[in-house]
């Protein structure tokens, strides 16, 4: 080849590579858009563990490279009676996780809500002794854990023990068990399949008071040499609170104490409220037309400031990708969301990145670009 042919030749590669390298499509999914930093879950219901919901399940499939169980692995569905254990939704959604490579959450082995009266009584309806009750923790996150042990990856094996202020909750496992049931649960998770990554999963971090309380709880952990390796912050947000400064230094600060952080709950509220923040699953508010202002489609302006808020939200975390381990949404569409009945029912509901026809929001484009940069 002459020189100048040469020249030409080399001339044309690097141009042709520079050419390549502006147009690298950007990505279209969330996984492909996050996948050096963390990995993309959503919350599924049981339609779309079933299959029912064939497109809730194109759009998972398409996005998500993590699914937990919205419902599907609580007490009360997955032990509904002493002995007797329900596995059938159960069993899909670890299928389903398997057949498409997901990164599979189980949700949740302890907490103080869906589970039945009957977990915390003798046969005579007495409350149990603290020795009874280690037992039946035991043998339940034996069976579920060890049921699944290889398949799911990572476990919300205490969800929500702390109170606004940080102490711990006075739920029954509390009460009859004492403080040292977080630990045992955690060891009992363990012991059932030692190479899970195991969890902490609660709401409102971004309270100092509350996220005091939820580093001194790993702390304890880390000091009786159980293996906590995450701590969820759910991410139940509003438009307006709490601001992305208080949700960067709960992730830095929750990082500081050795454990990687995870959001585990994902969604961004529309709606007005007229309670005080929470994810309280028992409350419930009276629907009145004010508080469903709505019901017919979001208008512009608020779409367009959810997709700032949303766009915000994940720059943080992407800036954060290195103690960040996984975002999940909770739900896949808008119309799945609990939002839509919690904590005034039949309201209709705009906090997640798919609208009710399946179609991507604004918000969805603008999470997207955050990767970007
Ligand atoms: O999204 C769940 C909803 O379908 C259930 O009715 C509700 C009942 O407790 O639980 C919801 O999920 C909760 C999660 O398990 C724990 N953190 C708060 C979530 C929203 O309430």
């Given amino acids: 080849m002459r020189l100048h042919h040469y020249m030409f030749f080399v001339s044309a590669v690097c141009l042709g590579n520079l050419v390549a390298t502006a147009q690298a499509p950007a990505p279209t999914t969330l996984k492909d858009a996050f996948r050096n930093g963390f990995v993309i879950g959503a919350a599924i ?18 996005q ?13 569905i997955i032990h509904p009676r002493p002995n007797a254990y329900d596995f059938t939704l159960a069993d899909k959604f670890v299928e389903l996780g398997l057949k498409n490579h997901m990164f599979i959450v189980g949700h949740n082995l302890c907490w103080h809500s869906q589970t039945p009266d009957w977990v915390f009584k003798d046969r005579k309806g007495r409350p149990l002794t603290r020795e009874a009750l280690l037992q039946r923790l035991h043998d339940h996150i034996q069976t579920v854990v060890g049921r699944y042990k290889g398949k ?54 971004e309270t100092p008071a509350k996220r005091k309380g939820a580093i001194a709880l790993v702390k304890k952990l880390q000091a009786a040499g159980v293996p906590i390796a995450v701590v969820g912050n759910q991410g139940h947000l509003h438009l307006d609170s709490p601001s992305v400064a208080d949700e960067e230094t709960t992730i830095t600060e929750l990082a500081a ?32 037309p004010k508080l469903n202002p709505y019901p017919n489609g979001l208008p512009d302006d ?68 955050t990767a970007a940069n």
């Fill in 152 to 205: 799911i990856d990572s476990w919300d094996v205490v969800n929500e023990a702390l109170n606004e202020d940080g102490t711990l909750r006075q739920s029954p496992w509390m009460k009859i068990i004492g403080e040292d049931y977080v630990v045992k649960a955690f060891q009992f998770a363990h012991e059932a399949d030692p190479n899970a990554q195991l969890n902490y999963n609660d709401y409102n971090l």
């Fill in 45 to 62: 219901n049981a339609d779309q563990i079933t299959g029912k919901d064939a497109r809730g399940d194109a759009i998972l499939v398409q």
């Fill in 257 to 288: 104490a050795g454990v990687k952080v995870a959001i585990t709950e994902l969604d961004i509220d529309v709606l007005p409220r007229t309670w005080a923040q929470t994810a309280d699953v028992s409350l419930n508010i009276h629907l009145d």
């Fill in 302 to 369: 608020v779409q367009q400031r959810l997709a700032k808020r949303y766009a915000d939200f994940f720059a943080v975390c992407w800036r954060h990708r290195d103690v960040i381990n996984r975002v999940t949404l909770w739900g896949v569409t808008d119309g799945d969301s609990w939002l839509n009945d919690w904590p005034v029912q039949g309201r209709t509901s705009y906090p997640l990145l798919f609208d009710r026809n399946d179609k991507p929001k604004p918000a969805f484009a603008a999470v997207l670009k």
């Fill in 64 to 76: 998500f490279n993590s699914i937990t169980a919205e419902n599907a692995m609580k007490w009360e």
